[in-house]
């Protein structure tokens, strides 16, 4: 039985694939790069190129199998065959990137996005495909984009200065059995919006897996940098930005080096207002999660800025996502503390209304912490929306 196994991990492992550039080629190159957004240690997104002109290639759906595995023995056997070093483990996935040059000129790329479940080692229905005849420029990068947000999943492929260079394809998950998709080509211009424009947007958008080039490009060089080597795993550089925080990259001794963590300066003036209503609106989850983190470590806070998060927790209180609630949870201990106790009342109102268990606890907990005030409370605007 046991070699039964083996010989089957190793098939699966061996698949044939070819190179994205052909052997005789002498022409000119571009590149393309897949993307991941990590949701948590365990899921994420991953948008991959699949097949060029029906010739399937390596890509980071791939490359995550390899590395994780379903188990540490399926990722030792996978390890031994395609001659790769076994990372991760079934509870945590090692999400790992790709990115490869191709041919330039007019090229057929098969695309795919999904959001894949390490627990389970495979990935949800929901998931998204496209065919893309794309002109690609001698010595230009290009990525592969999308989002997911279920019932929606997205795909689109944009140029290095951000701009989607593609149809959007959209699909939609229908309810019921057996399991349906509906695929339909879409105006780009309201994927448009959510991509940066300037370096601070960009901060906030960066995603797990984004390359070196690609961060020092879109924010240019850091004010300070650090390194730690490798202990076993992929060695540590980190990259201290005075105006935005700090960036952490994994360093693999192939010379493959992405984005792991970014961890932003808290928007404390009144002058970043705009700046953080725009971050709210295009970035990351992990990223805004981790601004509200530094929220409690600053010294100041503007009224307005406080402002700004207090309408961003009433818009969520209703979020059955954990990451998010949390990240309500870290904004509330910032009105507690630099709010004088302004917000009093509001937390209070967060607690009775908030319907996941872990807002509900530390806003609760917050608000017994925060004595009566006399100071003119924070009024939320009712909506029909609630």
Same mark, same amino acid.
């Given at each position: 039985?046991?070699?039964? +196994?083996?010989? $089957?991990?190793?098939?699966?492992?061996?698949?044939?694939?070819?190179?994205?550039?052909?052997?005789?080629?002498? /022409?000119?190159?571009?590149?393309?790069?897949d993307s991941i957004t990590r949701r948590?240690?365990?899921?994420?997104? +991953?948008?991959?190129?699949?097949?060029?002109?029906?010739?399937?290639?390596?890509?980071?759906? +791939?490359?995550?199998?390899?590395?994780?595995?379903?188990?540490?023995?399926?990722?030792?056997?996978?390890?031994?065959?395609? /001659?790769?070093? &076994?990372? /991760?483990?079934? &509870?945590?996935?090692?999400?790992?990137?790709?990115?490869?040059?191709?041919? &330039? /000129?007019?090229?057929?790329? =098969?695309?795919?996005?999904?959001?894949?479940?390490? +627990?389970?080692?495979?990935?949800?229905?929901?998931?998204?495909?496209?065919?893309?005849?794309? =002109?690609?420029? *001698?010595?230009?990068?290009?990525?592969?984009?999308?989002?997911?947000?279920?019932?929606i999943a997205a795909i689109w492929i944009e140029n290095f200065a951000g701009k989607i260079v593609t149809p959007v394809v959209q699909s939609q998950l229908l309810s019921g059995r057996p399991v349906q998709l509906k695929t339909e080509i879409v105006d780009p211009a309201d994927y448009q919006k959510l991509i940066a424009t300037t370096p601070q947007e960009s901060f906030f958008t960066l995603k797990y897996g984004d390359s070196y080039d690609y961060v020092l490009a879109k924010l240019g060089n850091p004010n300070n940098q650090a390194f730690k080597p490798s202990h076993g795993g992929p060695a540590k550089t980190r990259f201290f930005y005075d105006d935005f925080g700090e960036v952490r990259f994994l360093d693999y001794e192939n010379g493959v080096v992405f984005v792991e963590q970014v961890l932003p300066t808290? $928007?404390?003036?009144?002058?970043?207002? *705009?700046?953080?209503?725009?971050?709210?609106?295009?970035g990351n989850k992990l990223a805004i999660q981790n601004l509200a983190k530094a929220y409690p470590d600053a010294e100041s806070v503007d009224v307005e800025i406080l402002d700004i998060l207090a309408e961003k927790v009433w818009q969520e209180r209703f979020t059955d996502d954990d990451h998010i609630s949390d990240t309500m949870a870290w904004f509330c201990k910032a009105l507690a503390k630099f709010g004088d106790g302004r917000y009093r009342d509001f937390i209070g109102k967060v607690a009775n209304t908030a319907t996941t268990k872990r807002l509900i606890r530390h806003a609760t907990n917050t608000y017994k912490k925060m004595p009566p005030s006399s100071t003119e409370q924070f009024t939320v605007i009712e909506n029909p929306a609630g």
């Open positions: 039985m046991l070699c039964c +196994i083996f010989i $089957l991990l190793l098939l699966q492992a061996c698949q044939t694939l070819d190179e994205p550039i052909p052997e005789k080629y002498t /022409g000119e190159t571009a590149q393309i790069s948590t240690a365990s899921t994420g997104e +991953i948008y991959y190129l699949e097949s060029i002109s029906g010739q399937k290639v390596d890509n980071a759906l +791939i490359q995550t199998r390899q590395r994780s595995g379903s188990s540490p023995l399926t990722a030792v056997l996978v390890s031994l065959a395609v /001659g790769a070093p &076994a990372y /991760g483990s079934s &509870a945590a996935a090692t999400y790992t990137p790709l990115e490869r040059k191709v041919p &330039a /000129g007019d090229q057929d790329l =098969h695309v795919v996005g999904v959001l894949r479940k390490q +627990i389970t080692g495979g990935t949800s229905p929901l998931k998204v495909e496209a065919d893309f005849t794309l =002109h690609m420029e *001698a010595n230009k990068k290009y990525y592969i984009r999308g989002r997911i947000e279920e019932p808290a $928007l404390t003036e009144k002058s970043q207002a *705009a700046n953080l209503k725009r971050i709210f609106y295009i």
